[in-house]
């Protein structure tokens, strides 16, 4: 008894009902901020365990310690004219009160009034995934045809408006595996899944769907079509009109406008387009070109139909990134196939993605995002755009527009390699890093090679760039058929200051890659003394830009120039980005005009710029081969602003940039004694992670089976520790 007296006396409960409304309104403030990304998500758990540690501490010092009018003393040392624990007793109440009304308006504001992120919660109410429909028909040939049912159901209602519909990629990737439809939905975070099977035996056709409420794990609507296969076009009008029906009902939508599922009547160009589209997903060269070929036999059976002149488009520009085609025969070849599809039907979603590609090749960016907006106006769900748009914005340094397209493509798509990689990627640089891990690891199962890829990458962070390599080597060995894993390797090894074994790649790259491969590490006369380049400069202005940069570095100043400002005025439109028209190629712009006597400010200016831009748009990272700090530092140095600009850099590569040295027309700044600690940092942390990474390849390398480092590589290493 008299221990809770003298608890009271001593105001230790009110201490403690004070530091728990306290740490609750902390908890709440740190919530907020993780929202904002204005701290990482990852603070949480450090966070809890300083608050439960704290709690005794503070209950200890209550005890033990009073507070008087003058100060805190040990409370046996308080004289009793100098105690006041009434006073202090209604002081706490006072600030109990206050911090707990604090704390539950932050709880409101966090619950219920704060903006809703870009991606919707589990489950939003008016989302939906149509799975691949099963071949019943006993023939492996028909698979393509199921699959085409399936997907011109999707198509159908991606178009509608009060819809979310996840895109092939994500929800045929269940097809073969056995997974129940709740996993499926949460997953995919869908309220709605259909699923449904086809059967084509001789001249009958059976269609069965069915329209699944997933997260009750009920069926809202199920039928079943057996009709003579020359019905399949009434067949999937009559399925589509159902499930939208049924799905209009569920959700409350009042619309009563009829569905349409088929752009052709045409039995042979229906079936050669679904064809088509099979082989177009899987992304091979062998596929895409089999692709085109059934686009052809499908705008020869029909040549109105739109959809197959527009798919036809796309898959010649597709072709370009698979190596199967020039860019120019391309462009040559798709541009009256997507102009004709505009034309027998203006509202093609499909027409006008084709046409705002093909602009990609021209730069137009007027033109290619006039076309992508009204894709996406006529079809809402379409995610391959919201990744092309991303590529437009990205490209002429809208990053907050980028980053928000990046985001929306993954919602729609979340099973998608590409659409993944990139949103990751995006929040990886905004040190988002828990939440770009998460979102990754969606990959594991899919897409093995580029989760590991990733996942190294991700590690990188802080100059880690062994994690890198060694990441990349673990792709290589998961997807030995891809040899393109090699160029990425090439960059890891270039920070970890392995040049010999950067040229070695060749053996995997082929002899045609050596020119770019010395690109890699500063080798430019020897890359311009077997390059075509010097006798045929290329074409384009982005192509020409490089050429100017190769011009640069081997000093060649007065070659350089007019290949570099054409490409600052007419491909950069005196914009620098990321991406179309990065610093490397303008810093060396600054260095050629200076030598000619001519004013460049500019372009110092414009680097400036596009440092404002990225942090506005929240990308802070400094990492190996992208750094806001170290485009800041170089656009102070170059402007005269010589200490703030070294710091700035000293800043990016002790956090991980990597410093291209071979850089020949940035010699005049590695030359400053001022800029010698900032390589000899960079010298460390090369040092550090070179040992790291073979210290795992040169001894038992479990990597041999894809790539094996140079003997004298390892000698070396060896050689090294020994001494």
């Given at each position: 008894m008299r221990v809770l007296q003298e608890l009271?006396?001593?105001?230790?409960?009110?201490?403690?009902?004070?530091?728990?409304?306290?740490?609750?309104?902390?908890?709440?403030?740190?919530?907020v901020l993780v929202d904002l990304q204005a701290v990482p998500s990852s603070i949480g758990k450090p966070l809890l365990a300083l608050m439960v540690l704290g709690f005794p501490i503070v209950l200890a010092l209550s005890w033990f310690y009073e507070l008087t009018p003058d100060r805190i003393v040990l409370d046996k040392d308080v004289q009793r004219e100098h105690s006041i624990p009434h006073l202090t007793r209604r002081r706490l109440d006072f600030v109990v009160i206050a911090v707990l009304l604090a704390a539950v308006l932050l709880f409101a504001w966090h619950t219920w009034v704060r903006p809703i992120a870009s991606v919707p919660p589990a489950h939003a109410e008016n989302t939906v995934a149509v799975l691949a429909f099963d071949n019943m028909s006993g023939d492996l040939d028909q698979e393509y045809f199921s699959d085409g049912v399936a997907?011109?159901?999707?198509?159908?209602?991606?178009?509608e408006p009060w819809l979310v519909v996840k895109s092939r990629t994500s929800s045929f990737a269940y097809k073969g595996r056995n997974v129940d439809i709740p996993t499926i939905?949460?997953?995919?975070?869908?309220?709605?899944?259909?699923?449904?099977?086809?059967?084509?035996?001789?001249?009958?056709?059976?269609?069965?769907?069915?329209?699944?409420?997933?997260?009750?794990?009920?069926?809202?609507?199920?039928?079943?079509?057996?009709?003579?296969?020359?019905?399949?076009?009434a067949i999937q009008d009559e399925v589509a009109a159902a499930v939208v029906k049924a799905l209009r009902t569920q959700l409350g939508i009042e619309d009563d406008r009829p569905v349409s599922v088929v752009g052709t009547r045409n039995k042979e160009a229906h079936d050669a387009y679904l064809r088509g589209r099979y082989l177009l997903a899987q992304r091979t060269n062998?596929?895409?070109?089999?692709?085109?070929?059934?686009?052809?036999?499908?705008?020869?059976?029909?040549?109105?139909?739109?959809?197959?002149?527009?798919?036809?488009?796309?898959?010649?520009?597709?072709?370009?990134?698979?190596?199967?085609?020039?860019?120019d025969d391309a462009i040559a070849r798709a541009t009256p196939h997507a102009q004709?599809?505009?034309?027998?039907?203006?509202?093609?979603?499909?027409?006008?993605?084709?046409?705002?590609?093909?602009?990609?090749?021209?730069?137009?960016?007027?033109?290619?995002?006039?076309?992508?907006?009204?894709?996406?106006?006529l079809k809402p769900s379409y995610s391959i755009v919201y990744a092309w748009m991303a590529l437009v914005y990205g490209g002429t340094g809208q990053y907050k527009d980028e980053f928000a397209a990046l985001g929306k493509a993954s919602e729609l798509d979340p099973l998608s390699m590409v659409a993944t990689t990139n949103y990751s990627y995006a929040l990886m640089k905004r040190k988002r890093f828990?939440?770009?891990?998460?979102?990754?690891?969606?990959?594991?199962?899919?897409?093995?090679?580029?989760?590991?890829?990733?996942?190294?990458?991700?590690?990188?962070?802080?100059?880690?760039w062994s994690s890198s390599a060694l990441g990349t080597l673990d792709a290589m060995l998961i997807d030995q058929d891809d040899t393109s894993w090699a160029w990425e390797f090439a960059n890891g090894l270039t920070s970890l200051g392995l040049d010999d074994e950067v040229v070695g790649l060749t053996s995997i790259l082929g002899d045609d890659a050596l020119g770019f491969l010395q690109m890699h590490i500063g080798l430019y006369s020897e890359m311009l003394a077997n390059s075509r380049?010097?006798?045929?400069?290329?074409?384009?202005?982005?192509?020409?830009?490089?050429?100017?940069?190769?011009?640069?570095?081997?000093?060649d100043f007065e070659r350089a120039k007019p290949y570099l400002e054409e490409l600052w005025v007419s491909s950069c439109e005196r914009t620098v980005t990321e991406s179309w028209c990065y610093v490397p190629q303008i810093t060396s712009l600054?260095?050629?005009?200076?030598?000619?006597?001519?004013?460049?400010?500019?372009?110092?200016?414009?680097?400036r710029d596009n440092v404002r831009r990225l942090e506005e748009a929240g990308v802070v990272l400094n990492y190996r081969d992208e750094s806001p700090d170290f485009s800041a530092g170089i656009a102070d140095y170059l402007d005269g602003k010589r200490e703030a600009g070294l710091a700035r850099m000293q800043k990016a590569v002790e956090e991980g940039y990597f410093v291209p040295v071979g850089e020949h027309y940035l010699q005049p700044m590695f030359d400053d004694p001022g800029f010698t600690p900032i390589l000899a940092i960079q010298k460390e942390h090369q040092a550090r992670e070179s040992a790291i990474f073979l210290e795992v390849v040169c001894n038992d390398n479990p990597y041999a089976e894809v790539w094996q480092p140079l003997d004298s590589t390892c000698e070396t290493f060896q050689q090294g520790d020994r001494d």
């Open positions: 009271r006396r001593r105001n230790v409960h009110r201490m403690a009902a004070l530091y728990l409304a306290g740490a609750w309104l902390v908890s709440q403030v740190a919530g997907e011109q159901l999707l198509d159908t209602l991606a178009k939905a949460k997953e995919l975070r869908v309220s709605h899944v259909i699923e449904g099977s086809v059967r084509r035996d001789g001249d009958r056709l059976r269609v069965t769907a069915q329209l699944i409420d997933a997260v009750n794990d009920t069926h809202l609507w199920s039928d079943s079509i057996d009709r003579d296969s020359a019905s399949v076009f062998r596929s895409i070109e089999a692709a085109i070929q059934a686009f052809r036999r499908a705008v020869d059976s029909d040549p109105n139909f739109a959809a197959a002149h527009a798919e036809l488009a796309m898959a010649w520009r597709l072709f370009v990134n698979v190596g199967g085609i020039r860019s004709l599809a505009l034309a027998l039907d203006e509202n093609s979603p499909e027409a006008h993605a084709a046409l705002g590609l093909l602009a990609m090749r021209t730069l137009d960016v007027d033109l290619m995002m006039r076309h992508f907006h009204r894709a996406i106006e828990d939440e770009a891990r998460r979102l990754i690891e969606s990959l594991a199962m899919i897409a093995p090679a580029q989760h590991a890829q990733f996942m190294g990458n991700l590690a990188d962070t802080g100059s880690n380049w010097n006798s045929n400069p290329p074409k384009g202005a982005r192509n020409r830009g490089a050429f100017g940069l190769v011009l640069a570095n081997v000093g600054v260095f050629v005009r200076r030598a000619a006597g001519q004013d460049a400010s500019d372009i110092i200016a414009g680097i």
